[in-house]
């Protein structure tokens, strides 16, 4: 598949090994502003793209990701941190779907995340039976990311909030004075090189149970975004990520 990386920072690059090492033509890499409009401009556009893996950062995503919507480009994307804009983004994308648009968008590429995130759903719907277990999350990442919490421990807290009955709400950082148990505490330290550590704590008053994913580097991110790529082949509109899930965990063959 000929593939168009938008955004050739960290994540950029380590997708270009992924891809490369399953067969792939990368045709464009994309960086820096204006050069996407540049890439589109050519003939033909994105050096003949199939798809475009879309790792600008909050600020550029959306105009990206509109930009290839318009040209009728399919877009994975990974970048985090700008789900104000999502309603907007995923409307332009659906009126661009005839065109042949379309939009996979997940905080998280990890299989081993998605699955961690399912797992955690499952532990959280037995705690919510459990009164005396009070829950936390917290989540570690290197020093450069600029959002807090992360997209991932994001959706960790909704999904806690959504399984316990007595977690009405999430909120980041501990309180001024005693903690409130109807909110869940969430955490996010930024430190070193972490490629990204989470956590869902579970409390009880004889013992603790730890949940944790730890990514060893950006490898696992960048394989689910290639393995999505090859899935979002011959889609259009916006896919969800759980669709994509559903097939993955549920026929071992699937991309
Ligand atoms: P990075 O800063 O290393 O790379 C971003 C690159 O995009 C830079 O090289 C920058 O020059 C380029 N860029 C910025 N604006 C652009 C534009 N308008 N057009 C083209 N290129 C542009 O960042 P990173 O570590 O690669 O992370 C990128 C994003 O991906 C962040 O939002 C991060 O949170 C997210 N992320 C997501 C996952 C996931 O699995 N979904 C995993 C890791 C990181």
């Not at 997708?15 to 890499?29: I, K, L, P």
């Not at 994975?76 to 700008?82: A, D, F, I, M, Q």
């Not at 907007?88 to 661009?96: K, Y």
Request: with cysteine.
């Amino acid at each position: 598949m000929k593939i168009a990386l938008v955004g050739y920072g960290r994540m950029g690059q380590t997708v270009e090994g992924v891809a490369r090492e399953r067969g792939h033509e990368v045709t464009a890499r994309v960086d820096g502003p204006g050069e996407l409009a540049r890439g589109l401009a050519a003939d033909p556009p994105l050096g003949g793209a199939r798809v475009a893996i879309e790792f600008t950062g909050a600020s550029s995503a959306p105009e990206a990701i509109l930009a290839l919507a318009a040209a009728g480009v399919p877009v994975v994307s990974g970048s985090t941190g700008w789900g104000e804009r999502r309603q907007e983004v995923e409307s332009g994308v659906r009126g661009h779907a005839p065109r042949g648009a379309a939009l996979l968008h997940a905080p998280n590429f990890s299989l081993g995340v998605q699955l961690f995130l399912r797992v955690a759903r499952v532990a959280a719907r037995l705690a919510d039976r459990l009164d005396e277990l009070d829950l936390h999350v917290l989540e570690v990442h290197h020093r450069h990311k600029a959002d807090h919490p992360g997209g991932t421990a994001r959706l960790l807290a909704d999904l806690v909030v959504e399984e316990v009955s007595r977690k009405s709400s999430w909120a980041e950082g501990a309180p001024e004075g005693p903690a409130d148990p109807g909110v869940l505490q969430v955490d996010a330290v930024r430190v070193g090189e972490n490629p990204g550590t989470h956590i869902l704590g579970i409390e009880g008053p004889d013992d603790r149970i730890e949940l944790r994913h730890e990514a060893r580097g950006r490898g696992g991110f960048a394989r689910g975004a290639v393995l999505a790529a090859e899935w979002m082949e011959g889609r259009t509109g916006v896919c969800r990520v759980e669709e994509w899930l559903d097939d993955r965990f549920s026929s071992p063959g699937a991309p």
